[in-house]
């Protein structure tokens, strides 16, 4: 069965500053693996999604993702944190072994500090 | 609107008493997923629908738990005899029906037991 990891509950960056928040996950088919941010009291909001071919993909906001196989990570990235950018953030995978089931990592709160 | 749509926002009920959970989803999405997410956690599956039919409903719980989707949009999640543990956040989130196809989530339902 596939299952997502992210080791961080809470990552801290200064506005202005690159930030990462970490991904890995393990599957036993071709992964399928996807970024979501929520803002308090709403749902999940898609924001990226790797599927096939370049390894570096791009989302919404200014977001981007970097999957490695070797690794099994799929680690989210973004140039220049913004105060607004301050959410929880969830990976998800989807094996194709398995069908159409979504299983979501606990989450990582990003705090972007003035 | 657009987007899928949860009703109601927020149900507080007592102990033993039976709920139901609605969900409308994207107009043309045949897929639509239930997740529940407790406080601090990422989103739990419960089931999965493909059409009318649920297609995978290994997440839920225990027999209390039923969902239905009769013609093939409007979902219901239905508890019954509620018990103090199952107070969450219901997520609903229709798709496509491609693997690579995202989420889209409500806003969720907020179950409070008392």
């Known amino acids: 069965a596939q299952s997502v990891a992210q080791p961080e509950d809470q990552v801290n960056v200064a506005e202005g500053n690159p930030l990462t928040v970490k991904c890995t996950y393990s599957?036993?088919?071709?992964?399928?693996l996807f970024w979501y941010v929520q803002y308090p009291n709403r749902g999940l909001q898609f924001l990226l999604k790797?599927?096939?071919?370049?390894?570096l993909v791009k989302g919404s906001y200014g977001f981007e993702a970097e999957f490695n196989k070797s690794q099994t990570s799929f680690h989210l990235k973004k140039p220049s944190a913004l105060v607004s950018d301050s959410a929880l953030y969830f990976c998800?995978?989807?094996?194709?072994?398995?069908?159409?089931?979504?299983?979501f990592g606990p989450g990582t709160r990003l705090s972007v500090l003035p | 609107g657009a987007g899928v749509s949860q009703t109601p926002s927020n149900k507080v009920t007592e102990k033993g008493k039976y709920v139901e959970l609605r969900c409308d989803p994207i107009?043309?999405?045949?897929?639509l997923y239930w997740y529940r997410q407790s406080l601090g956690q990422g989103p739990e599956f419960l089931i999965y629908?493909?059409?009318?039919?649920?297609?995978?409903d290994s997440g839920l719980p225990n027999d209390r738990f039923f969902a239905v989707r009769p013609e093939g949009s409007v979902s219901t999640l239905k508890i019954q005899r509620t018990e103090r543990g199952d107070s969450a956040v219901y997520l609903c989130?229709?798709?496509?029906?491609?693997?690579?196809?995202?989420?889209?989530f409500g806003n969720g339902t907020r179950l409070t037991v008392t």
């Open positions: 989130a229709s798709s496509l029906s491609f693997i690579d196809s995202p989420l889209h």
């Open positions: 599957v036993s088919g071709n992964p399928y």
């Open positions: 790797y599927i096939t071919g370049d390894n």
């Open positions: 998800a995978v989807r094996d194709d072994n398995y069908g159409q089931n979504f299983v």
């Open positions: 107009s043309g999405h045949t897929a």
């Open positions: 629908f493909q059409g009318t039919g649920a297609a995978d």
